[in-house]
């Protein structure tokens, strides 16, 4: 017969099933119904073969909401033969620690048997309460798996990172995300129209657990037997659906891109207001920025680049939708930004003399000489060491015969390309007017003693330390 606590747990579990969330009560059972994360889950990788095997470490799982930190760590209590301790770093403290760190001493030394401590939310302990877990942590007491949403390497102590195996969990994709709301619709017996469910994962933002609270609402309001519709959706999230489907994809991110480069914060931020309502993925919207920085921007202003890196990480470290503040700053400075394609323009007709032009060798005053053995090849002789003369820069072939003396790179007259234009058109006109007839990177400048011979450079403290020559 079972015993009274076994048969009080048994019977709050029933109840609890029946009362929990959605959310809840589709907690996945077994790895292979954890939607998404199959750089970690999916056969062979590494999560699956250390819980399949029971032979977890202490690891920390970091990623956004609702990506499946606290279930991966249930099914770890259901799959480990060691003691299972949860806690919440928001509700426990030191005291409660010592005491799982106790208790497992005593497991060890009486039975044998390992534990594993599963600490949610792990970045809300300060560093004094994370200190504390590192003793047991480091002599194999206890193992910790540590979930965080936020940057571990920011939140997390770095003894405390260093004894654990780092898992990032990603935002679930919209393919994953519809698979959750489908089971999700079999388990309750519901219907729901494709664009419903597109809707619903389109506004989530890659979190499984907010499309299931929002599905639990949007089913109430459509009501028993009744097909859950856009409507339903809408008033569940307290949004307007937008059209926004494939074509519109492609056509406003398109109008997005020509608005910045047309230099037209206004229009700029209008479509990026509508993207962002229409439940764009935000991590798409930063790629585009970065990506036309350099494509449209330049460098007419390289500081472009910058910004928009800088609010790509914003993007994953803050998340939506205070992101949306990064993104604006982005979008406004990259449009208000003179504008330059010239980087593009000069890798595209490099890459086209790569294709189209015989690829000659590399000549041997560039070739590496740091090797035993390179300067009786050759390798590195006549190099000019540009920082050993007084303007930092020497007339010297740096691309084989083949391709000597074609002009890629064409600076516009736009922001600061227009100094970066006159620099390259002085130095190429010196180019020109040194050539002393000596072979490619010779010239009296190498001699013993003079500008290029490293050996008085280092003398005179310009050149590189011995065993250090420039390649």
């Known amino acids: 017969m079972p015993a009274p606590d076994d048969l009080f747990s048994v019977s709050l579990e029933e ?31 590494p999560l699956r073969a250390l819980i399949e095997s029971d032979r977890i470490s ?13 279930t991966l760590a249930r099914l770890v209590a259901a799959a480990t033969s060691s003691a299972f301790i949860p806690l919440s770093a928001v509700t426990a403290g030191v005291k409660d620690v010592r005491e799982v760190i106790e208790g497992a001493r005593r497991g060890l030394a ?17 560093k004094s309460q994370q200190d504390a877990l590192l003793p047991a942590v480091e002599e194999g007491v206890l193992v910790l798996i540590g979930a965080t949403t936020e940057n571990p390497f920011f939140e997390v102590n770095a003894p405390l990172l260093s004894r654990s195996t780092l898992f990032r969990l990603e935002p679930l994709s919209a393919d994953a995300l519809r698979d959750v709301v489908r089971r999700a619709l079999a388990h309750e017996h519901a219907k729901a129209t494709d664009e419903a469910v597109d809707l619903l994962v389109g506004l989530v933002d890659g979190d499984a657990r907010a499309a299931l609270t929002s599905l639990e609402v949007a089913l109430a309001l459509a009501g028993d037997g009744t097909t859950v519709e856009v409507a339903h959706v809408e008033a569940a999230r307290s949004t307007r659906a937008l059209r926004y489907e494939r074509d519109d994809h492609y056509d406003v991110i398109s109008a997005f891109i020509k608005s910045i480069r047309g230099s037209d914060p206004d229009a700029a931020l209008y479509w990026l207001a509508r993207m962002l309502a229409a439940g764009e993925d935000a991590r798409f919207v930063a790629r585009r920025l970065v990506i036309l920085a350099s494509e449209d921007v330049g460098l007419a202003d390289s500081l472009g680049l910058v910004v928009a890196d800088a609010a790509a990480r914003a993007v994953e470290f803050v998340g939506l939708p205070e992101a949306q503040l990064n993104l604006a700053h982005a979008v406004t400075y990259l449009a ?37 053995g390179a300067a009786v090849l050759g390798h590195g002789s006549g190099y000019r060491y540009p920082h050993d003369a007084p303007s930092g820069w020497v007339a010297q072939e740096y691309r084989p015969a083949e391709v000597a003396g074609r002009v890629y790179y064409q600076p516009s007259a736009h922001g600061q390309e227009r100094e970066i234009g006159e620099r390259l058109r002085a130095m190429r006109a010196r180019q020109h007017q ?12 190498t001699a013993p003693g003079g500008d290029g011979d490293p050996t008085s450079a280092r003398r005179r403290g310009l050149g590189p330390p011995p065993g250090k020559s420039a390649q």
């Not at 599963?118 to 809300?124: G, P, T």
């Not at 980087?343 to 005053?365: I, T, Y």
């Not at 002393?436 to 400048?445: E, F, L, Q, R, T």
Request: charged share 25%; hydrophobic share 30%.
């Open 110 to 126: 009486e039975q044998g048997r390992s534990t594993i401590l599963f600490l949610d939310e792990v970045h809300r302990f300060n």
């Open 58 to 70: 202490s690891l920390i799982l970091s990623g956004p909401p609702g990506t499946g930190k606290t």
């Open 15 to 45: 109840r609890l099933a029946g009362r929990a969330p959605l959310a809840a009560r589709m907690r996945p059972r077994s790895l292979d119904e954890v939607a998404g994360q199959e750089h970690l889950l999916g056969p062979g990788k």
């Open 434 to 445: 040194e050539d002393d007839g000596s072979p490619p990177g010779k010239s009296a400048a």
């Open 336 to 372: 208000t930004a003179p504008k330059s394609n010239r980087a593009m323009a000069a890798l595209s007709q490099a890459k086209a003399d790569v294709e189209s032009r015989p690829a000659g060798p590399v000549p041997p005053h560039l070739r590496d000489g740091h090797y035993r």
